[in-house]
Antibody, heavy 119, light 107 residues
Framework: QVQLKESGPGLVQPSQTLSLTCTVSGFSLTSYSVHWVRQHSGKSLEWMGRMWSDGDTSYNSAFTSRLSISRDTSKSQVFLKMNSLQTEDTGTYYC?????????????WGQGASVTVSS | DIQMTQTPSSMPASLGERVTISCRASQGISNYLNWYQQKPDGTIKPLIYYTSNLQSGVPSRFSGSGSGTDYSLTISSLEPEDFAMYYCQQYDSSPPTFGAGTKLELK
């Protein structure tokens, strides 16, 4: 059974760094990509970045150099780190899986991790 | 970035009704268009991939169509569990982008 689960602090202070973990089961990180997608409260979805099966990464330029995605394949975990957090970064953060063909869809999602940026 | 304009933003509808949600891309996206459903508890699942392909396990009352810049999701006969948010997503070019969503509400 394919599962993804996000974890991390629910509250982060402004200017600090957000660290989230996506723990997966039922598939291998060396065979699938894992994406991070953000949703502001009541708003649409925003693609943040991707960890490819070969360990390469792709990022949304909207996050410039604030965002870093890494992984530990031995623990089946993908990590998101984003620094210089502002209140606008408040939202729910999802990780999702895709294949790596030309045609792909996010076919499994985590339940989301709610993050509030506030002092 | 490619902008995805999704209409309507909300849609009151009745059980058994046929509904269509539209999505227009700011440029051609060569059918690289997916549809997702989000329930009030935040759960997200895929419905349609590559414009018209039904994701495994999704009921056949869901269908997708389109080409170029214009795409649509149709639900042929609404069931109670279909009242949710729906999002389109393009992946023709990076970054992948989503529509603003359509809230399907019980009339």
């Amino acid at each position: 059974q394919v599962q993804l689960k996000e974890s991390g602090p629910g509250l982060v202070q402004p200017s600090q760094t957000l660290s989230l973990t996506c723990t997966v089961s039922g598939f291998s990180l060396t065979s699938y990509s894992v994406h991070w997608v953000r949703q502001h409260s009541g708003k649409s979805l925003e693609w943040m970045g991707r960890m490819w099966s070969d360990g390469d990464t792709s990022y949304n330029s909207a996050f410039t150099s604030r965002l870093s995605i890494s992984r530990d394949t031995s623990k089946s975990q993908v990590f998101l780190k984003m620094n210089s957090l502002q209140t606008e970064d408040t939202g729910t953060y999802y990780c999702a899986r895709t294949t790596e063909g030309i045609v792909w869809v996010m076919d499994a999602w985590g339940q989301g991790a709610s993050v509030t940026v506030s002092s | 970035d490619i902008q995805m304009t999704q209409t309507p933003s909300s849609m009151p509808a009745s059980l058994g009704e046929r509904v269509t949600i539209s999505c227009r891309a700011s440029q051609g996206i060569s059918n690289y268009l997916n549809w997702y459903q989000q329930k009030p508890d935040g759960t997200i699942k895929p419905l349609i991939y590559y414009t018209s392909n039904l994701q495994s396990g999704v009921p056949s009352r869901f269908s997708g169509s389109g080409s170029g810049t214009d795409y649509s999701l149709t639900i042929s006969s609404l069931e109670p569990e279909d009242f949710a948010m729906y999002y389109c997503q393009q992946y023709d070019s990076s970054p992948p982008t989503f529509g603003a969503g359509t809230k399907l509400e019980l009339k």
